[in-house]
């Protein structure tokens, strides 16, 4: 088993030498489509399935559900902020210890899919409507020690959906749930 593959299904994240409009809302509407997407592929699973890790000592496809919502909040909150103050400092989170969560580990898929939803419809409006000015706004991410700009950031998420929609399906080809 190629680890780096079942940890990077699709890859990591390659930054395209220019962000063009049409990439642009190639991205959004990767993100604006994820929800569906994602509830496609696991509101059928058993527990038993959705507790399945997606790689040796990686999370389960539960975790995987969960760690959206949470990084998902975190992302519209750091797209807004860099909307509204002047190159702000993001706040970090331990991605990994919010994993390890009762809530991440035990709770219904339900609530995440369901605030994926409605989240990722306003951040939807959000991208949609964003000036050539706020495209290329920047805020500090002091856990990488980087400057990212807006448009950038909408590109990482879009992979960010993606990555993890891949880490579902994959699991699931491999065991053959299909």
Known sequence: M???????????????????????????????????????????????????QYRPNGWTIRQVVHHCADSHMNSLTRFKLTLTEDKPTIKPYFEERWAELLDTRNMSIEPSLKMLEGLHERWTVLLNNLTEEQYSRVFVHPEHGKIFRVDENIGIYAWHCNHHLAHITETKKRYNWE
């Open 2 to 52: 190629d680890i780096e593959k079942l940890k990077f299904p699709i890859g990591r994240f390659e930054e395209p030498k220019t962000i063009s409009k049409d990439i642009l809302q190639k991205w959004i509407s990767e993100i604006s489509t994820f929800p569906k997407r994602l509830s496609i592929e696991v509101l059928n699973l058993s527990d038993n399935q959705l507790d399945t």
